[in-house]
């Protein structure tokens, strides 16, 4: 399997990924977005699993990418995604969103609704979500997989981002898909509580739901085997 890791710009800021793909394959390929504080490195093993192209990404104030002193709203963290989609040439993929990667995923894909031909989302909602103030004290103090969030993200990026996350619903734009979408669901959610999945199912009519039994919301690091097995057999499934 071959890898490649390099830099992407939008603007002055340089986007990192790391792409791999088994040698000969002509399968779809595999857009991972990683969820808050999260590096594309990380999501290497799990790209690796897929057994088809896979490329993974570290958003803006993340990992190796630049973090700029401003310019966290959610379109820039989209154009983030969609200028690394545009670096691998594909003209068609699918997306796997993890967390708060998932608002991130959803605009690429409405941004290019025919492109995107499934999309997987572990335990979010479809709304990119408003940080309040207190927000920075609280998650500067956490560590998430072994790693302190100031180890993650430097201070004054994590000051930014909450300062430019405002609330966006995108359950009314769900409708605008015209891919299957996969929701993993851990055993404790933090987001995809029933009234979450009820609201899900009530905005998009091409949903799939599949538990991971005794996990949280760090479903993917607690259960990877799990995780992997329910992604890979849903694309397998429902693309080439």
Known sequence: MSR??????VGSTAIHY????????VRMPAVIVPGFGEAAEEWEPFARS???PAVAMSVRG???????????????HVDDVVAVVEEMGWEEFVLV???RGTSYALGLALRYPNRTKAL????YTARHVGLPPEFIEITSKRSWNGKTMSERMPMHALEALQVDAIEIPLWDRLSELTCPVLLVKPE???FLKDATVAQWLASYDRIEI???????HNLWVEDPVGFQAIVRDFLDRTVT
């Open 4 to 9: 490649r890791d390099g830099f992407v710009h």
């Open 18 to 25: 790391v792409a791999v793909e088994p040698e000969g394959s």
């Open 50 to 52: 897929l057994n088809r």
């Open 62 to 76: 993340r990992g190796l990418s630049d973090a700029p002193t401003s310019g966290y709203t959610w379109q820039d």
């Open 97 to 99: 969103a993890y967390s």
């Open 120 to 123: 997987v989302v572990a335990d």
């Open 188 to 190: 404790r959610p933090a």
């Open 210 to 216: 599949v538990d991971l039994p005794g996990t949280t």
